[in-house]
């Protein structure tokens, strides 16, 4: 299958701001980050801010340090009902005269996706996923699963299952997620994620974009998602000659892509392409 090898390229410049609300969005021709080139679809980049968690609350979030990874978090500085919390969940799984934790669901979610929700009495909201999900490690983790492709409209990702997860239950407390940041629990010096997506085409030729990472980044996690629209006919994605995943409908992981595969300061040819149906991928790179 002949490649299309497109030209044109955009750099992506870091922001040095490590706090922004969700969507974070630059594009600029200057170097010193993360470059793409071919990324004709979306790049975008996601702030990361560490949660200054009031020193009530230090006792009882420790365990978001010990089991929470990737995260979305709000202070709404009021007063929550934790029982109006509680009957948002589909499974509750700790309750205190403090806080509630449980987890979040909506149509077409396997249990792996449920996000986890932490709802303070004080006003914190934390949704986020598990880093190590006890009962099934292959799925855990990886940031690739909060993508959810039905969010993807006309070249825009307009939401993601942790942000629908806090926006489902702050709409149930009648609070605003305006000044919403994202976090990773598992690595707290890490500030940026860019996410940079492919679209392809049944009967297309297969699609393609560079991406070269310097060496004077901070690598936390390398992660994709993928989707074909078939449940029969999968889709594809590989980095120069190493073949990722292959699969039909939703899929997302990040072992695959190891220091070795995406290596420094060299570009790379990541390749996406489906049999007889159309779809997307994306490659993530959590980072400071």
């Known amino acids: 299958m002949r490649l299309e090898n497109k030209k044109v390229r955009v750099s992506i410049l870091l922001s040095a701001i490590l706090v922004l609300s969700f969507l974070g969005f630059y594009f600029n021709t200057r170097t010193g980050g993360l470059e793409t080139s071919g990324v004709k679809d979306l790049s975008e980049t996601f702030s ?25 978090y709000v202070n709404t500085s009021s007063s929550l009902n934790l029982n109006t919390a509680k009957n948002t969940m589909i499974i509750v799984e700790n309750v205190t005269s403090d806080y509630v934790i449980g987890s979040l669901s909506w149509t077409g979610l396997s249990s792996n996706d449920y996000p986890h929700a932490f709802v303070h009495k004080d006003g914190w909201i934390v949704v986020y996923y598990l880093k190590v999900n006890p009962s099934n490690p292959g799925t855990t983790g990886w940031i690739g699963k909060i993508i959810d492709w039905q969010y993807y409209v006309n070249k825009q990702l307009t939401n993601n299952l942790l942000l629908k997860g806090l926006q489902t239950i702050s709409a149930a407390l009648g609070v605003s997620t305006a000044d919403a940041k994202y ?50 006919w999968g889709a594809h994605l590989k980095i120069d000659d190493t073949v990722i995943h292959e699969a039909a409908r939703r899929s997302y992981g990040g072992p695959e892509i190891t220091e070795i595969v995406l290596s420094p300061n060299v570009f790379h040819t990541v390749t996406v392409w489906a049999d007889y149906t159309n779809g997307y991928a994306c490659l993530l790179i959590l980072y400071k």
């Open 48 to 72: 990361f801010g560490r949660p200054a968690f009031a020193q009530s609350m230090a006792a009882t979030t420790t365990f978001l340090e010990q089991e929470a990874g990737i995260s979305i």
């Open 183 to 232: 976090y990773h629990f598992q690595y707290p010096d890490a500030t940026k994620l860019m996410i940079a997506i492919k679209g392809f085409a049944a009967y297309g030729p297969a699609q393609t974009f560079n991406i070269k990472v310097p060496d004077t980044l901070t690598i936390y996690e390398r992660s994709w998602s993928l989707y074909s629209e078939s449940d029969t």
